[in-house]
């Protein structure tokens, strides 16, 4: 979201004391199998049979699920190396928290990771991450890639794009005071501001967003079996190197296309030199006139403002070949609309002018120049509002919001894009999309929620997220719904948010319109979720739901989800304590779900209202099954939260069935926090 999610319930005057946070961030070591100390690998694994696993897990715990995408995930800690496996760990503020599966290799210099390839490939991508520069802004490095000990591609990889630091709306200075001293803190239990003697803060205050990637083609194309080493050489200027995970592929020829508006002929640059954009406009204007299309052969083209399209289709020739890449510009004066920078991005006309209709856009990559959160600044990858039409097969990365739509806008598909490395969300659908689908996209990295439907001022309504993957967003959620109409969240996977968010949040908040008429979450799977909300100190759910500026009455229904090695509850239904008499949840029901393994609870009621349960199946459950605070009135009555039992919960944990009948309907059991459980690894059920 572009708005400031400090909505800090410590700050109240006779808050309860069990609301009241802990004088030091709490850290906690979690991972399936229990936590321990960094190990070093000698030699390698026995044996070097290549192990592809989908965000961290077995393939088989998520078949059906997430996007379907051209590339084999394997993680460096199950792969040959001589450096130091880190983690697990999922403390905010850590290199492996970040991580996919909470796990990373370290390298020094001299040191490597090596890894079989379990198909035929000729591309890679790494996630990485390096040091930042002492005083912030970045340093790049060298890493050494071979394919069976042969001839050597050297990439050279950057920091430039990482590491953010402090309070919202976070900074690239690691050297910096607080951003707003003013603000209620966990690290000491008050407003530094308004506290005698002013506390010390450790700098670099809260680093963040370690991570980067970065894709190669490489000489030719290796068979299945051979194996690829990424080194971090001797002499290396980066005192180490991490190494998360390797994707491989098999990309094939360019596309070609002979009858369009190719851009080379406006005078399009292919090296990257000139700038291109004004020859791209030239091709879109004479395109809309002989209703051609639009071709981006193989280069890399520098576009360094929007392009603004309408009634147009604009082709690359593959999103490994074709790439528009820009530098970001300062504007003096700021536009209109607020933003001080512009940058590479391909924008529909405003809503307010009418929107853009029918433009098709694919086989391309956006590479922006976005090194800072600046909420004003319009420096996203497609923008504006684009009607009746479709983006597909883009990878875009290094800009602040991916895709964000501004609408009232309809009928927009999104699908088989790639969007990682952002600086805020992946995707937004803000203010009155309708009938839109996001489909088999694969987001990872974000700094903010991955997919968003934002019903700012008029509600979205009849949209589907539908079979993405989301993995590692650093702040807030996976998946994140803020009011609406008839929407539909189904067949995703979520994977790993690190911090103040879920794998999947329904909230009243950020000016939403009410939910009404359905919402249908279905058949998504989510793992290591559940992350530590700093501001309450408190963990939260691998799904969230939180009233905090409306009730939530309308028709949500929660079916055939998996909730996997969950980091604290499984399912959270929360308000919040400055209006925990004023907003509840009421009615959502959950039905044919799996839980496998909570560091606490199944289900954490902390709000008023209701929710009913059927064929809930819940194991390795680490405290009781029901955590319910209600509205923390505490009335000899029970709960003001009450849970209805279907039928066919079963399963539960050490302290027995997770929804017994003597939970039932509304038995206060509130433990604030509760001591956490680590689970074993989550498994076939």
Not at 58 to 74: I, N
Not at 399 to 411: E, L, R, Y
Not at 477 to 483: D, W
Request: glycine residues 10%; aromatic residues 8%.
């Amino acid at each position: 979201m572009s708005r400031s999610i400090i909505e800090v319930v410590a700050r109240w005057p006779g808050r309860p004391s069990r609301w009241v946070a802990a004088a030091t961030l709490i850290g906690l070591s979690i991972v399936a199998g229990g936590a321990g100390p960094a190990q070093a690998i000698r030699g390698g694994h026995a044996g070097s049979a290549p192990v592809v696993t989908r965000a961290g897990l077995d393939p088989a715990l998520v078949a059906g699920r997430g996007a379907s995408v051209d590339f084999l995930e394997q993680e460096a800690e199950n792969a040959r190396t001589n450096g130091t496996v880190l983690g697990p760990d999922r403390s905010a503020y850590t290199l492996p928290a970040e991580a996919s599966g909470r796990r990373a290799v370290k390298l020094t210099p001299g040191q490597y990771v090596e890894f079989t390839l379990p198909n035929a490939a000729n591309a890679i991508t790494v996630r990485y991450s390096i040091p930042d520069a002492p005083n912030g802004g970045g340093i790049t490095a060298p890493l050494d890639v071979t394919v069976n000990g042969g001839a050597r591609q050297t990439m050279t990889l950057t920091s430039q794009y990482a590491w953010l630091y402090n309070q919202y709306p976070f900074t690239n200075d690691p050297n910096a005071g607080l951003l707003h001293p003013d603000w209620w803190i966990t690290e000491c239990a008050c407003v530094p501001a308004a506290t005698t003697p002013t506390p010390t803060i450790t700098k670099p205050f809260r680093p963040m967003h370690f991570y980067d990637e970065q894709r190669l083609r490489l000489s030719r194309t290796y068979r299945a079996g051979d194996r690829v080493r990424l080194t971090a050489p001797a002499g290396s200027n980066a005192d180490w190197t991490v190494i998360d995970l390797l994707d491989s592929e098999l990309v094939g020829p360019p596309r070609v296309r002979l009858l369009a508006a190719n851009v080379l002929a406006f005078g399009a640059d292919p090296t990257g030199r000139r700038d291109s954009a004004d020859a791209i406009d030239r091709a879109i204007a004479f395109a809309q006139r002989t209703r051609l299309k639009v071709y981006l052969p193989p280069g890399t083209y520098q576009v360094n403002r929007h392009i603004v399209v309408d009634d147009v289709t604009i082709e690359g020739a593959g999103n490994w070949y074709t790439t528009v890449k820009g530098h970001q510009v300062a504007l003096d004066p700021p536009a209109p609309d607020g933003s001080v920078h512009t940058g590479v991005g391909f924008y529909g006309k405003p809503a307010a002018e009418g929107g853009s209709r029918n433009v098709h856009l694919s086989g391309f990559a956006i590479s922006g120049d976005v090194r800072e959160r600046i909420d004003t600044d319009q420096v996203n990858g497609i923008g504006g509002a684009m009607s009746h039409s479709t983006i597909d097969s883009l990878y875009i990365r290094h800009t602040k919001v991916g895709i964000w739509f501004d609408g009232p806008m309809t009928n927009a598909k999104v699908t088989n894009n790639i969007i990682v490395d952002q600086i805020a969300d992946a995707l937004n659908f803000h203010t009155g999309v309708t009938k839109s689908v996001v489909r088999n996209n694969f987001v990872r990295n974000t700094g903010d929620d991955g997919l968003a439907m934002w019903s700012e001022k008029t509600a979205n309504a009849g949209n589907t997220f539908d079979h993405n993957t989301v993995q590692t967003p650093t702040l807030a959620n996976g998946i994140a719904i803020y009011g609406g109409a008839d929407n539909t969240v189904s067949n995703n996977l979520v994977a790993d948010p690190v911090r103040e968010g879920s794998g999947i949040q329904v909230g009243s908040r950020f000016g939403a319109e009410p939910f009404t008429g359905q919402l249908r979450i279905s058949n998504n799977t989510v793992v290591r979720a559940g992350t530590y909300e700093l501001n309450w100190n408190i963990g939260l759910g691998a799904i969230w739901i939180y009233a905090l500026e409306k009730d939530i009455d309308a028709d949500i229904r929660v079916t055939g989800d998996h909730y996997l090695d969950s980091t604290y509850n499984a399912i959270m239904l929360v308000s919040e304590w400055s209006v925990k008499d004023l907003y509840s949840i009421d009615g959502v029901s959950f039905e044919d779900i799996r839980v496998d393994g909570t560091g606490t609870s199944v289900v954490s009621a902390r709000a008023s209202g209701s929710a009913s349960f059927e064929n809930v199946d819940a194991r390795n459950v680490g405290a009781v099954g029901v955590n319910n605070c209600g509205s923390f009135n505490f009335p000899s009555t029970g709960s003001e939260f009450s849970l209805t039992d279907l039928g066919g919960n079963d399963g539960g944990g050490t302290t027995g069935p997770w929804l017994a009948p003597w939970l039932l309907p509304n038995t206060i059991t509130c433990d604030d926090r509760p001591p956490v459980v680590p689970p074993p690894p989550p498994s076939t059920w």
